[in-house]
Nanobody, 123 residues
Framework: QVQLVESGGGLVQPGGSLRLSCAAS????????MGWYRQDPGKQRELVAT???????NYADSVKGRFTISRDNAKSTVYLQMNSLKPEDTAVYYC?????????????????WGQGTQVTVSS
């Protein structure tokens, strides 16, 4: 069974930093694009950043220049370094990864989601 487990959320003051991690585990054949999304209560889940297998990043305009996404393929882990945090960054952050489980053919790849980690930016 494939799982994504996030860590690193918490409470931080405006201007501060946090680093989120998301590790994929289980019977995995391949991991493709990975990414981070966030959701405020009452709002739609929105893209924060994604990264391809070859580590090409893509960012939402609201986080460009402040957040950095990276991945360690050997550890099946994606990271989100968040700097210069603002109160409007407060949300539950979710990790997503497109994965082929080891018991499926190569062409079969589905999106898996983590359980979410709370990030609160407040003084």
């Amino acid at each position: 069974q494939v799982q994504l487990v996030e860590s690193g959320g918490g409470l931080v003051q405006p201007g501060g930093s946090l680093r989120l991690s998301c590790a994929a585990s289980g019977s995995i054949s391949s991991i493709y694009d990975m990414g981070w999304y966030r959701q405020d209560p009452g709002k739609q889940r929105e893209l924060v950043a994604t990264i391809t297998t070859g580590s090409s990043p893509n960012y939402a305009d609201s986080v460009k220049g402040r957040f950095t996404i990276s991945r360690d393929n050997a550890k099946s882990t994606v990271y989100l370094q968040m700097n210069s945090l603002k109160p409007e960054d407060t949300a539950v952050y979710y990790c997503k990864a497109k994965i082929t489980p080891s018991d499926r053919p190569r062409w079969y790849a589905v999106n898996y989601w983590g359980q979410g980690t709370q990030v609160t930016v407040s003084s």
